[in-house]
């Protein structure tokens, strides 16, 4: 666990005061730790460099092996020997360099395209070897692609820690490129976390909710399993639902969270909690975490609401998205077999997270953008929590951070003091409103 996200062992305490020499040690060991880290994101960046003045010796022979530049045999003078020379190289450019990889330009030769590229990854990945290799266009730059090459694979041991990078973005992993892995609420204010039994969702979602802990953004579950996955977190949580009925009530709850900061934002002049903030006004933002959304939409033999609730979770996704109240739902599949409203739901749901499902039929609905053949990789993603995220014609891997049980649980202790109350944040809201106001009268 990383050490600066929660101190397990705190300095001790005599009656004179603080024990300054475990404090001494405390900062040792936290020095020793990132010496390390430094010494080994070092070595990694060092090894990156070498195989890629490794490549850029080879890039010419590879190019005419594989066609991509032209190849021409001819004797010399005297008619005895063979001579080859290769012209019209691919040229490289605009190296960007990290740990685990590094990406380049190329710029194309009359009559080349993407395929070709594409088809020559898989011997470009041996002759460089490297982990992995992988062709796109830059659709601002006509004639030129990026190659996107992977030394090692990031995601075989994810060491990101989940975060909050700034207001509304959140790291809970890493991608293929070594790059954080972000759910970004200023950009998708919803999202979608869709994966088979056993793929990693709830760990996932554990990330998530790690990374909004130490914030003082309100955590509020529909947990319809029993409430079992919500236990570990329930110190840290507004709400906890486990029941239809209980999530129908606490629907209504968001809502009138929805109607008074409305009011709120149109007294201020703004249209979203970011430019509330940034005249003053600071909204916590509020997040909703649905685990398994099926059983929202089965009715059960004693109730018969599930059309009620798709009903108001359709609202809530369509008008809660500017007073900063994100939902997030998690479940095995999200089609129209799940009731009439569910279709809908899905459209606003623009953040898609797919991990590995089981059939090609809800991979295109979650990564409907994509082509259908990188639809299919969805259903061969064999590491549990790895996932295929959309980056809008283009896709990655990546792969959430791993938190045990023991982690969770001081997480959500550590942070149990950032706990709020429906009433207590209703009136959070109104205070920070009133304070504006009176700052803005008395100018």
């Given at each position: ?9 705190p ?12 404090v ?6 936290q020095?020793?730790s ?5 010494t ?26 594989t066609?991509?530049a ?26 960007r360099?990290?740990?685990h ?38 659709p ?11 030394r090692?694979?990031p ?15 959140l ?11 972000i759910?970004?609420?200023?950009e998708?204010p ?15 979602l ?10 003082d ?15 570990a977190?329930?110190a840290?949580?507004t709400?906890?639902?486990v ?54 939409a089965?009715?059960?033999q004693?109730e ?6 798709l ?10 998205r ?28 623009s ?14 609905m ?6 259908s ?14 996932a295929?995220?959309?980056d ?34 209703a ?9 504006h ?7």
């Open positions: 666990m990383n050490p600066t996200a929660i101190d397990m062992n300095p001790a305490t005599t009656d004179q005061g603080t024990d300054y020499w475990a001494i040690r405390t900062m040792a060991i020095a020793g990132a010496l390390i880290r430094g080994i994101t070092a070595w990694r960046y060092l090894c990156t460099v070498l195989t890629l003045a490794r490549l850029g010796l080879l890039w010419k022979a590879f190019c005419a092996a066609g991509l032209i190849q021409r045999t001819h004797t010399d003078k005297y008619g005895t020997r063979l001579h080859t020379t290769v012209h019209a190289v691919p040229r490289l450019d605009r190296y360099v990290n740990a990889g590094w990406t380049m330009r190329v710029r194309l030769r009359p009559g080349q395209h993407l395929g070709q590229y594409t088809e020559a990854a898989i011997p470009l990945r041996y002759t460089a070897r490297v982990q992995a290799v992988k062709a796109i266009e830059l601002e730059q006509p004639g030129f692609l990026e190659l996107r090459i992977l090692r694979d995601l075989v041991r994810v060491t990101e820690r989940p975060r909050e990078i700034e207001p509304g973005r790291a809970v992993g890493a991608t293929e490129t070594g790059d954080p892995m759910l970004d609420f200023t998708h919803h999202y979608q976390l869709i994966g088979a039994t056993g793929s990693g969702k709830s760990m996932l554990s990330c998530v909710q790690a990374a909004i802990a130490p914030t953004g309100v955590l509020v579950f529909w947990d319809l399993k029993f409430g079992i996955e919500a236990e977190w329930r840290r949580y709400e906890v639902a029941t239809q009925r209980e999530v129908l009530t606490s629907c209504g709850r968001v809502l009138a969270l929805a109607e008074q900061r409305a009011a709120i934002l149109r007294r201020l002049g703004v249209r979203n909690v970011a430019e509330a903030d940034a005249a003053g006004v600071h909204l916590r933002r509020v997040y909703v975490l649905v685990d398994e959304v099926a059983e929202l089965h009715d059960h004693t018969k609401i599930a059309d009620q609730l009903r108001e979770l359709l609202r809530i996704v369509q008008l809660v500017a007073m900063g109240i994100h939902v997030i739902l998690c479940g095995q599949r999200f089609g129209s077999d799940l009731g009439k409203n569910i279709t809908s739901i899905r459209a606003q749901v953040g898609r997270i797919c991990l590995q499902v089981n059939d090609p039929q809800t991979a295109e979650v990564l409907g953008g994509l082509a053949e990188d639809q299919k990789r969805a259903l061969t993603l064999v590491r549990p929590g790895m295929i995220v959309q809008g014609q283009q896709w990655h891997y990546a792969r959430c951070s791993y938190l045990t049980t023991v982690e969770i649980r001081a997480l959500a202790a550590a942070h149990a003091d950032k706990r709020i109350g429906w009433d207590e944040l009136a959070d809201d109104q205070l920070a409103a009133a304070i106001n009176r700052q803005e009268s008395s100018r």
